[in-house]
C-alpha cells in the first residue's frame, strides 16, 4: 500500500517551476515523477495550476504542491500502489472537475507517474516493462526538431517544428547517430552562411530564414553534407501548430514571419493552406505534418486526410490534445490518422493509455512526445517503447532535459538486446 505522497516545486527546462512528486511504498520504496509544460497549450487539454502571485512571474506550483500533500495524500494513502486504474480514478474523483482545474492537471500526473515508478522499483522491473509486459521489442522512431519556430523561438519561422525522421537503419542507436549527425551539419552549414546558431527552446536552430522552403532547403544541405540521401535515409516531419497561426475572424491562416521577411501580408485559407503543404511534399520527402491546420477545423482535418492521408502520416496534437472523447470524434470524422500523445495534456497515466489505445483500434499511428518546457525525468521513453509507440518526440540533441530522453532509450535498447 501507499504510505506516504510529497511534492516539492523544482525547475523545467525554461527556468519555470514545475511539480515534482514522490510516492513511498513497501517501507522504504519511493518512486519519483516531474512534470513537465507546453509553451503552446491547447484549448481541450487538461488544465495544469498554477499559483498566479508574484513569485516566479505567476508560474509558481505551490498550491499543486499543497494539494498533492494534503487532499491528494489523503485520498490515496493506503491504497495499492499496483493498481494504478484504480489510483488515477481516485485521482481524478477527488478533483472532481471536467478538466482537472480544481487541483490540476500537474498535481494529478506528479502522483500517477510516480506511483508507476514506486510499482515498478517494488516489481524490481524496469518501468517499460511494468507499463508494457514482456511485448516490448522495438524501440520508437525519434522525430527529432533541428529547427525551431513559431512560438518556441523568435525567428521568423511561422513552422514550429521541422523535424527529420531517420529512414530504415539497423536500430535505434544508428537512427540517432545519423539525425544528431545532421543536426551538428546543419550547425555548421548556418554557421558558415551567417545565421544565427542560437537555438529556441527545443533545442533545434532559430536563424531568421524567409520561409518553409528555405528551411527546408538547409535540412536537404545539411543531410547532403552528412552523407545522406533524401528519401531513403532522411525523411521531413513538421509540426505547423497551426492553431497559433489560424484568425477565426478572418478564418484565415497568418504567416507573421514569412509578412515580415517578404514585407507583405501573407494568408493562406484552409484549402490554400492544404495546397501549399500538398506543394512542400511535392518538392521534399515530407513524411508527417502535425497540426496542419486549425484544432476546431473539423472539415479542414477531414478534407486534408482525404487528400493527403494516403502518403504522409498527418498527426493531430493539439487537434487531439490526448483526449479519448477528441479522438474518438476524430475517427468519427476520418480527421488525421497519427496521434501526437502528451501525458500532461490527459493527467493521469491511465487516461493517456485510454487515448493510447483508442487510436491504436483505429489504426491511428502514435506519437509519443515531450513538452516545451522539460525537466530531467525520461519517463515518456519508457512508455514509448512499452505501448509500441511508432514514434517519439524529444527535441533537438541539445540539453540534457532532451538528450536524457534518448540516452534512456539507448539503455533500453542495449537491455532488450536489440
Ligand atoms: P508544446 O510544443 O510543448 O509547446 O505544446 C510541443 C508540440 O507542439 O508538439
Ligand atoms: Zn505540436
Redesign the pocket.
Known amino acids: 500500500p501507499i504510505q506516504d505522497i510529497y511534492a516539492r516545486e523544482i525547475l523545467d527546462s525554461r527556468g519555470n517551476p514545475a511539480l515534482e512528486a514522490e510516492v513511498l511504498a513497501g517501507g522504504e520504496i519511493v518512486g519519483r515523477a516531474s512534470v ?7 484549448t481541450y487539454e487538461a488544465t495544469e495550476l498554477r499559483d498566479r502571485e508574484a513569485r516566479y512571474l505567476g508560474k509558481g506550483v505551490e498550491r499543486a504542491v499543497e494539494n498533492v500533500n494534503n487532499q491528494l495524500a489523503q485520498a490515496v494513502i493506503g491504497m495499492n500502489v499496483l493498481d494504478q486504474a484504480a489510483l488515477d480514478k481516485m485521482l481524478v474523483k477527488t478533483d472532481g472537475s471536467r478538466d482537472k482545474r480544481n487541483l490540476g492537471a500537474n498535481t494529478l500526473l506528479g502522483v500517477s507517474m510516480a506511483a508507476a515508478h514506486t510499482a515498478a522499483l517494488a516489481l524490481k522491473i524496469p518501468l517499460y516493462r511494468y507499463l508494457g509486459g514482456t511485448n516490448p521489442k522495438e524501440i520508437p522512431i525519434p522525430m527529432m526538431t533541428i529547427l525551431d519556430g ?3 523561438a523568435d525567428n521568423t519561422l511561422d513552422i ?2 521541422f523535424m527529420i525522421v531517420p529512414g530504415k537503419s539497423k536500430n535505434f542507436r544508428e537512427r540517432l547517430r545519423i539525425c544528431t549527425e545532421v543536426y551538428q551539419n546543419l550547425k555548421e552549414i548556418l554557421s558558415k552562411s551567417g545565421f544565427s546558431i542560437r537555438t529556441g ?2 533545442g533545434g536552430f532559430a536563424p531568421d530564414l524567409p520561409d518553409a522552403k528555405e528551411a527546408l532547403k538547409l535540412i536537404e544541405d545539411a543531410a547532403k553534407r552528412a552523407g545522406y540521401q533524401m528519401g531513403r535515409d532522411i525523411f521531413i516531419a513538421l ?1 505547423a ?1 497551426a492553431s497559433r497561426l489560424y484568425n477565426k475572424d478572418s478564418r484565415k491562416y497568418e504567416f507573421f514571419g514569412e509578412s515580415k521577411m517578404k514585407g507583405q501580408r501573407i494568408t493562406r485559407d484552409t484549402e490554400e493552406l492544404i495546397e501549399y503543404y500538398e506543394e512542400l511534399a511535392g518538392s521534399f520527402p515530407i513524411c508527417a505534418i ?2 496542419a491546420l486549425d484544432e476546431d477545423d473539423w472539415d479542414g482535418w477531414r478534407t486534408i486526410t482525404e487528400r493527403l492521408g494516403e502518403k504522409i502520416q498527418l498527426a493531430g ?2 487537434l487531439f490534445s490526448t483526449n479519448v472523447q477528441r479522438i474518438k470524434k476524430g475517427i468519427q470524422e476520418g480527421a488525421a490518422n497519427a496521434v ?1 500523445i ?1 501525458i500532461n ?1 490527459a493527467g493521469t497515466l491511465s487516461e493517456a493509455f485510454e487515448a493510447i489505445e483508442t487510436a491504436q483500434k483505429a489504426g491511428y499511428q502514435i506519437i509519443i ?6 525537466t530531467e525525468d525520461t519517463a515518456i521513453a519508457d512508455i514509448a517503447v512499452a505501448f509500441h509507440a511508432e514514434h517519439i ?1 524529444a527535441g533537438a540533441p541539445c540539453g540534457t532535459e532532451r538528450t536524457a530522453k534518448y540516452n534512456q532509450l539507448l539503455r533500453i535498447e542495449e537491455e532488450l538486446g536489440i
Open positions: 513537465p509544460s507546453g509553451a503552446l497549450t491547447g513559431g512560438i518556441h514550429q517544428e527552446g527545443e509540426d501548430a502535425e497540426d496534437d493539439a501526437v502528451k495534456q512526445s515531450h513538452r516545451y518546457g522539460e518526440k
